[in-house]
């Protein structure tokens, strides 16, 4: 079920009434596991089965590991839910891709081989829920938080429909006590969910949808295109992707709020970043915090040498890399973050800027210095976007030397815009509103604005998203990791 789809509209509307029809937390949280499995099994029954199996092991190992004092016992119990976790990625998502390369490295030492390969269907969020349930485990399993014993409360933390499909990725020990505590309907916050609802929708249906006509057209076909052209279609790409991906966490977020639920942030306006450290402390925010905690601080993080911490930091982005797909584009991907990130982080600075912090500065008018910085790390970011979005390192490759070889020639300036105008004037008024309204977690947080200027706004925006939105939707991009 798409978020942007009349389905889910009568769905939401059904679920909301249902379960502020009751006041017993028990009731409201079996209420969601049974309209998240609906809502996942809205794609694939089957693949309800599959989830259920996963989060029911880390709810049997987590009791476990919350009754057992011997470490034996212990490590054994996590090693279970680790293997199974990461099994069940490895095969649903990496078991095609690593045999066709091991078949084809063992062609040329001579040894070639014919193993099968197999039509795996991808489990949609896959890689979502596997790694909020494995990090449940690890919290009990550190003593950092007690396993529940409530299996209601425990699916409804992994299930929660708005963000089972692609995040954020939540904690255990910030989500799991929320479900587990009475909730009261705060119209406040509903009405606040439903301002960030609207604010994910107009950058999904109006800007998102219209800027990839430009870039499907460009990259289902780069060797027809000019290095100009790619690299219009290359920004266009970067603003598609934050604008798609940040709209599912904006709608998300905004669901949840409808039903009491709190979720983290996971975007923090990454463009405005001075450089490739602070992109990744502001962009995919849930998914950034789980590798830096669970594999770059346990890998030894940056209390070490120099040489081990820019291993650790490459390690870190590539398996990152890796986690977004079976493809060697997405490992360069990873790894040529990690090496954005290098020079910054092994500067070790003691001024860091995190993602709470308003971003550009707080002057309305960014300095020549900070402006350069914003352009350059902006930059760095698209020329790894051009390896996530390629179809093969071959592509990439290409589109980069054209970037380079056409760029001396006026004839390839002619940009593939058709299609893209509205998106690209939506896409102005977007950067317009974010940098103005960066102190706030999204644009749309407006609560000084007098209640007139507030509802048209909000009348303005959503007639806008309608007539901008393209004949043809896409699919969140998200989806497919």
């Known amino acids: 079920m798409i978020f942007t789809t009349f389905a889910f509209v009568l769905f939401l509307a059904v679920i909301f009434t249902a379960y502020w029809s009751f006041t017993s937390f028990k009731v409201q949280n079996g209420l969601l596991v049974l309209a998240s499995f609906l809502f996942y099994g809205w794609w694939d029954v089957r693949f309800c089965g599959l989830m259920f199996w996963a989060a029911g092991l880390d709810f049997l190992v987590g009791v476990g590991l919350e009754k057992s004092t011997n470490p034996r016992a212990r490590r054994a119990l996590l090693c279970v839910t680790l293997c199974a976790n990461l099994g069940l990625l490895g095969f649903f998502k990496y078991y095609n891709f690593f045999i066709e390369n091991l078949q084809a490295a063992l062609a040329t030492i001579g040894s070639p081989i014919s193993p ?24 009990v399993y550190r003593r950092r938080m007690h396993a529940t014993t409530s299996a209601i409360d425990y699916f409804a933390f992994v299930t929660f429909f708005p963000q089972l499909v692609a995040g954020p990725i939540e904690r255990a020990y910030r989500l799991l006590p929320q479900f587990e505590t009475t909730r009261r309907f705060d119209p ?62 904006d709608i998300a977020t905004g669901t949840g709020k409808l039903f009491g639920i709190q979720l983290m942030r996971n975007f923090a306006y990454p463009y ?5 450290g602070e992109f990744w402390r502001r962009w995919h925010i849930s998914l950034s915090t789980w590798f830096r905690d669970y594999v770059f601080i346990p890998l030894g993080g940056s209390r070490t040498t120099a040489a081990r911490t820019a291993q650790n930091i490459l390690a870190t982005f590539t398996l990152s890399g890796i986690w977004h797909g079976a493809s060697w584009n997405f490992l360069i991907w990873g790894a040529i973050n990690g090496l954005g990130v290098l020079p910054t982080a092994l500067r070790k600075s003691h001024v860091i800027i995190r993602a709470h912090d308003t971003p550009g500065g707080e002057s309305l008018i ?23 979005r390629a179809a093969t390192i071959h592509d990439a490759l290409s589109i980069l030397r054209g970037f380079v070889v056409d760029a001396a020639h006026p004839s390839a300036y002619h940009l593939p815009v058709t299609g893209s105008v509205k998106g690209l004037a939506a896409l102005a008024m977007l950067i317009l509103a974010e940098w103005v309204q960066r102190r706030r977690v999204y644009p749309l947080d407006v609560p000084n604005w007098p209640r007139a200027a507030r509802w048209l706004a909000y009348t303005a925006l959503f007639w806008a998203t309608l007539y901008i939105t393209p004949g043809t939707r896409s699919p969140f991009i998200y989806f497919q990791f």
């Open 366 to 388: 960014p300095s020549p210095v900070t402006l350069f910085r914003m352009l350059r790390t902006f930059l760095i970011i698209c020329l790894g976007w051009v390896f996530f």
């Open 188 to 249: 406040a916050m509903a009405t606040d969910g439903c301002r960030q609802m609207l604010w994910g929708f107009f950058k999904k249906m109006a800007i998102a949808d219209n800027l990839a006509i430009a870039v499907d057209t460009c990259y289902r076909n780069p060797g027809a295109h000019s290095g100009p052209q790619m690299a219009f279609a290359t920004i266009c790409f970067a603003f598609q992707i934050y604008c798609d991906f940040s709209a599912y966490s």
């Open 272 to 276: 405005f970043s001075q450089t490739i």
């Open 116 to 139: 099968s390969t197999l039509y795996v269907v991808l489990p949609v969020g896959i890689s979502f829920y596997t790694f909020q349930t494995m990090s449940y485990t690890i919290e």
